[in-house]
Structures are given as structure tokens and as C-alpha cells.
């Protein structure tokens, strides 16, 4: 796939997520989650979305959509999602078949693995590369910041999973950010910090 661009008007809108594990029970378990029932859960979860993705927004979603592979589920569920969504293949969206070809249209796009450049004045050099897959790397492109998902870090994750920390590699999981997904500029600046404190 060809590597996307976006300017810094777009980045404004860019928002990045995984692991939302839409209509699933056992997560709440298994990470932890503060919800009662998977209802609830999928009712925080989309409100979550919305109050921070505008109608135009666009989301890159590392993967572990939804456990479930009834495509009218998966159709009403993102229709009550704001943006656009770049979904990359999780190891549940593959075994949920979201891969299907009669599936696969209801996200703007899908994939195994992103590679995009945002252009932005205030950063050095003049733009910022990104690479988003499900899992985590140990090595990667040089020169990109690696999102990834996965292994549900985060303050009340149970996970087993750990991933050395890295000052170019981040968990974008909602069990890392509150439930909710999070801005270019937050990243951005999430990143600047953490890389200054080097």
C-alpha cells in the first residue's frame, strides 16, 4: 500500500485507537474494565469516540475491532462511529473474518500496516512519520514513531504482555488511554515530551 500524506490541516482531525474489542464480553475481565456488561461497555465506548472525533475525523484503529463476525452488528456499530476508520487487522478481526470481502467496505480503508507522514511547521524537520500495526515491534523503519495495540497496557490491565519502553514506540489500546481514542496532538505532544526527557 502506498504511504499516505496529510497536511496540518488534516492532522487536526486524526485520531488514533485499538483493541475497542466491540461485543465482547470476557475483555472486561480480562482487562479489567470498568463496565458492568458488554452494553455498557459498547455505550462507553461509542461515547467516548464521539466526544472527541468530529463527524469528519479520521481514526487509524490498530486493530481488534469488534468479536463478532455478523456483518449487520459491525455495519449499525460503525454507523454510530464519527470519521473515517483505517483499520488494521487485528488477530480477532481475523479470526471474526473482518477480512470478508463484503466486510471489509464499511471502514474507509483496511489494512495489515500503515505508513503516513504528517506535515506539521512546528515540528523539526517540518513533518512527522508514523507506522501503525496490531502488534508491537522490537524494530521498525527508521525514522517513524510505531503505534500498535495488542497487549492492553495500561493502569487497570491485568496483561501479562509488556513491551520495553521505547520513546518512538507507543500503545494507542483504549486500556492506555482512558477508553478513548486519542488525538494527533496529543500523541505529538505525548512525544516530544517523552523524547526530551531522554
Not at 462507553?44 to 452488528?73: C, Q, R, S
Not at 466486510?103 to 480503508?109: A, C, E, I, M, S
Request: aromatic share 14%; hydrophobic share 35%.
Amino acid at each position: 500500500m502506498k504511504p499516505l500524506t496529510f497536511t496540518m490541516s488534516e492532522a487536526e482531525k486524526i485520531f488514533f485507537t485499538s483493541d475497542t474489542h466491540f461485543f465482547h464480553k470476557n475483555i472486561i475481565d480480562f482487562c479489567n474494565r470498568p463496565y458492568g456488561d458488554m452494553q455498557t461497555m459498547n455505550s462507553a465506548l461509542i461515547m467516548n469516540w464521539n466526544k472527541v472525533v468530529p463527524k469528519d475525523g479520521i481514526v487509524f484503529h490498530a486493530g481488534d475491532f469488534a468479536m463478532t463476525a455478523n456483518k449487520e452488528y459491525i455495519k449499525e456499530l460503525i454507523s454510530q462511529l464519527n470519521g473515517k476508520i483505517y483499520l488494521v487487522f487485528g488477530n480477532h478481526d481475523y479470526q471474526n473474518r473482518l477480512d470478508r470481502v463484503d466486510v471489509k467496505p464499511l471502514f474507509h480503508q483496511t489494512s495489515d500496516m500503515y505508513q503516513f507522514t504528517v506535515l506539521d511547521d512546528e515540528l523539526e524537520g517540518g513533518h512527522i512519520n508514523f507506522i501503525i500495526t496490531h502488534y508491537p515491534f522490537l524494530f521498525w523503519r527508521r525514522g517513524y514513531i510505531h503505534l500498535f495495540g495488542h497487549i492492553h497496557s495500561g493502569p487497570n490491565s491485568t496483561s501479562k504482555d509488556k513491551v520495553p519502553y521505547h520513546p518512538m514506540r507507543y500503545d494507542i489500546g483504549v486500556d492506555a488511554w482512558n477508553y478513548t481514542p486519542v488525538s494527533y496532538n496529543i500523541m505529538k505532544n505525548h512525544i516530544k515530551k517523552m523524547s526530551e526527557s531522554l
